[in-house]
C-alpha cells in the first residue's frame, strides 16, 4: 500500500476505496483485491487466512481476518464481498461537489468495494483507539455477485457468530436492513405451435402472476418467442411476513399448477435467495442504538434485492446489512459521495465498540 495512502487519516475509508478502485476484481478474480486487504489488515495485527471457495469452472477463495476481544461479549461476524459484477477498471472522476463516479464504460464498483473499504477504516480505528469491543471476525467473501457462492460455500461461518453485521446495503447510509425478501426464478421453453398458441402461453403467464396467494408476488420479467417455440422466465419474491416453510408450499404449488396450465416442453425453478426476519432481535435494537448515540438517526427498512445477508440469516446467523450509500449499482451512473464513506466508517465503529 502506497505511503500517500496511509497518510490519509491513518488508512482512511477513502484513500483505500480509491486504491481498490485501481484493482480489477470480477467475480471468480477477487484474489488480488483479496491480497491488498489481507496486507492491511495484517498491518493491524490481524490474523488472516483463506478459504478456497469454487465459483463454477473457478476456484477463488473467501478472506478471513480475526481481532480477538472481550471474551465475555457475544463475537460478531462483518462482511463485505470482493468481487464486482463487470470486469475492468473504471476511470475515477472526483467532482467538486463529492461524488465519484466512472468517467468510462466500467461501472465504478462501489458495490461492494466501499463496504469493504469501511470496514477497513472502522476496524484500523478501533485497534488505534484502543477501543473496547466483541471478538469480531471478518469476512470478505468472493463470487457474491454469482449467488452468494462464497458465503454457500463456506465451511468456516457456523463457527464464526450468530450475530452478523454485513456491509452491503444499496441504500443510504444510516439505514439498516430489518427484513429481506427471498427470490425465486422459473424457466419455461415451450415447443412451437403457432403464433396464437403462443399469446395464449404469454396471457396464461401473465394471469398466473396474480394468482400467487398471500405471501407471493411474481412478475414475468422475460418472454421470447421464436419459429422454435418460446422461452420464458419467471421471479417470485417471497415475503419475510410469511413463515418460510408456508412460503416454500405455496410456491411449489404455484409452479405445479403453472405447469399444469401451461404445459412447458421444460421448466427449471432455482432459489436465488431466501428471505430472512430480524426485526424482533435484540441484536437489531443494540446496533439501532449504538449508531444512534454516536452518529445521529437511523432509519430501518426492508429490501427487495438479495446479498449475503439473506444467505447468512439460512444458516442461523442474524444479520443486518447497513446501508453504504453507493446509488445506481452496476450500471454506467454507479455513483458514491465521499461523505458517505466518512459517516458508513463512524456508523460501524459505534456498533462493533463497546460504548
Known amino acids: 500500500m502506497s505511503g500517500e495512502s496511509r497518510a490519509a487519516d491513518d488508512k482512511s475509508a477513502l484513500a483505500f476505496f480509491l486504491e481498490l478502485l485501481r484493482i480489477d476484481s470480477p467475480s471468480g478474480s477477487e484474489r488480488r483485491a483479496g491480497r491488498a486487504c489481507a496486507a492491511w489488515m495484517e498491518d493491524m495485527g490481524l490474523s488472516v487466512a483463506w478459504e478456497p471457495v469454487s465459483l463454477g469452472d473457478t476456484v477463488s477463495a473467501n478472506l478471513w481476518a480475526f481481532a480477538p476481544g472481550d ?28 461524488w465519484m463516479e466512472s468517467g468510462n464504460d466500467v461501472p465504478l464498483g462501489a458495490d461492494d468495494k466501499a463496504g469493504v473499504a469501511a470496514v ?7 485497534l488505534r483507539e484502543g477501543r473496547s469491543h466483541p471478538p469480531i471476525h471478518i469476512l470478505l467473501s468472493a463470487g457474491e455477485e454469482l449467488g452468494s457462492a462464497g458465503v454457500r460455500a463456506s465451511r468456516r461461518i457456523a463457527f464464526s457468530a450468530r450475530r452478523a453485521l454485513v456491509v452491503d446495503a444499496e ?48 412478475e414475468l420479467v422475460r418472454f421470447v418467442p ?38 412447458p416442453r421444460d421448466v427449471r425453478a432455482e432459489l436465488v435467495y431466501p428471505a430472512y426476519d430480524v426485526r424482533a432481535s435484540s441484536w437489531l435494537h443494540a446496533v439501532r442504538s449504538r449508531m444512534e448515540r454516536g452518529v445521529g438517526p437511523v432509519t430501518c427498512v426492508r429490501m427487495r434485492d438479495g446479498c449475503d445477508a439473506n444467505w447468512l440469516a439460512s444458516m442461523g446467523l442474524l444479520p443486518i446489512n447497513v446501508g453504504v ?16 464513506l466518512v459517516r458508513l466508517t463512524r456508523l460501524l465503529v459505534a456498533a462493533l465498540s463497546e460504548p
Open 71 to 98: 471474551p465475555a461479549l457475544d463475537p460478531v461476524l462483518v462482511c463485505a464481498h470482493l468481487d464486482t459484477r463487470w470486469a475492468g477498471v473504471p476511470d475515477v472522476r472526483r467532482r467538486s461537489d463529492g
Open 120 to 126: 477497513m477504516a472502522g476496524m484500523a480505528r478501533i
Open 171 to 218: 441504500a443510504p447510509v444510516g439505514t439498516l436492513v430489518e427484513a429481506g425478501y427471498g427470490q425465486a426464478r422459473v424457466w419455461l421453453r415451450y415447443a412451437a405451435r403457432g403464433e396464437a398458441d403462443r399469446f395464449s402461453v404469454w396471457r396464461a403467464l401473465q394471469e398466473a402472476t396474480v394468482r400467487t396467494g398471500f405471501g407471493l408476488t411474481c
Open 226 to 263: 421464436s419459429d422454435t417455440g418460446c422461452e420464458a422466465e419467471v421471479a417470485v419474491w417471497f415475503s419475510p411476513d410469511v413463515d418460510g416453510r408456508i412460503a416454500k408450499a405455496r410456491y411449489r404449488s404455484w409452479v405445479a399448477e403453472l405447469e399444469r396450465s401451461t404445459e
Open 325 to 340: 450509500g453507493y446509488e445506481s449499482a452496476h450500471t454506467r451512473a454507479e455513483r458514491i459521495h465521499e461523505e458517505s
